[in-house]
């Protein structure tokens, strides 16, 4: 495939669902509170509807701080470069480059997979993104031509694929595309359970005048409801939600031991200082195992 070339992947899931990549699942599942997710596209592929507002929007999807400022972007690419060697990397989510571009200028050749054509529509209009590869596709079940030595899903993205299934299968398709001793690397926030008063749903994350943000927790199925309220020029507030499913990082690594990646690293964020009880997300680093068979 030549560089730069936008693939589209015919694959889809064996369970009949598709997903944008870097967005939650739509599709024919359910979402963390039950309420049927809507399909509207010719192909059966689901509606991006506010995943897409959020991400391809400059002054939306900023709500989680820090999480867009050029510095984080810097310091996340740095530590993908050192994990990725002399090889290749696979962006599961690639959604808008944000990280992807910073990576491919320190050298590394960049392959992605996203659903979002809007999202990568962004991409594509950024300097730096000529020389990346994208397939349109769904990131927990799409392949690509070749292997890795690194494949990473950054950005709390693991939970956008909302059952135990899907966030597996994903594990399963990154192990399947990195070589030997590959390293397979997901940055996502610790659940919020023990900061949530007793009894308990709703914990606003983030109030400033641009931009509300609440997360509602399902805790009987892992579920998780992202509710940003951002405000518009002319002082109203535009409201989307984002459903998500919740991990612990002992789930995660269950998962990664079942694909045959144990876990070789975790820190507790980008400046890879540790992980304790007290941190609020983690950086999870595993590796492939070369006598695992995908």
């Known amino acids: 495939m030549k560089q730069g070339v936008i693939a589209t992947s015919e694959r889809r899931s064996p369970r009949g669902i598709t997903a944008e990549a870097g967005e939650p699942y739509l599709g024919h599942s359910r979402n963390s509170l039950g309420a049927k997710r809507p399909t509207s596209r010719a192909d059966d592929r689901p509606d991006p509807g506010p995943y897409d507002q959020l991400h391809t929007r400059p002054r939306l999807g900023a709500g989680r701080k820090g999480s867009l400022e050029p510095v984080v972007e810097d310091r996340v690419s740095g530590q993908l470069v050192e994990l990725a060697g002399d090889g290749a990397a696979l962006e599961l989510g690639i959604g808008t480059g944000r990280i992807a571009i910073p990576l491919a200028r320190r050298g590394i050749r960049v392959h992605g997979i996203d659903l979002s054509e809007a999202m990568v529509a962004r991409l594509r209009a950024k300097p730096g993104a000529e020389t990346i590869e994208v397939t349109i596709g769904d990131f927990a079940t799409t392949r690509v031509e070749g292997t890795f030595s690194l494949a990473y899903l950054v950005f709390n993205t693991i939970g956008n694929l909302t059952t135990q299934d ?90 990664a031991r079942l694909a045959g990646m144990p876990l070789l690293e975790r820190w507790g964020g980008w400046k890879r200082e540790p992980f304790t009880s007290e941190s609020t997300r983690h950086v999870s680093v595993w590796e492939k195992t070369a006598s695992s068979q995908t």
């Open 166 to 255: 899907e966030q597996a299968a994903c594990f399963q398709n990154a192990a399947a595309h990195l070589e030997p001793g590959g390293r397979f690397v997901i940055e996502v926030g610790v659940p919020g359970l023990l900061r949530l008063p007793g009894g308990e749903r709703f914990r606003v994350f983030d109030v400033s005048d641009a931009h509300v943000g609440i997360d509602e927790y399902d805790f009987v199925n892992q579920g998780l409801v992202s509710h940003h309220y951002n405000r518009r020029p002319d002082g109203s507030f535009e409201h989307a939600s984002l459903p998500l499913r919740f991990v612990w990082p002992a789930e995660l690594d269950l998962m």
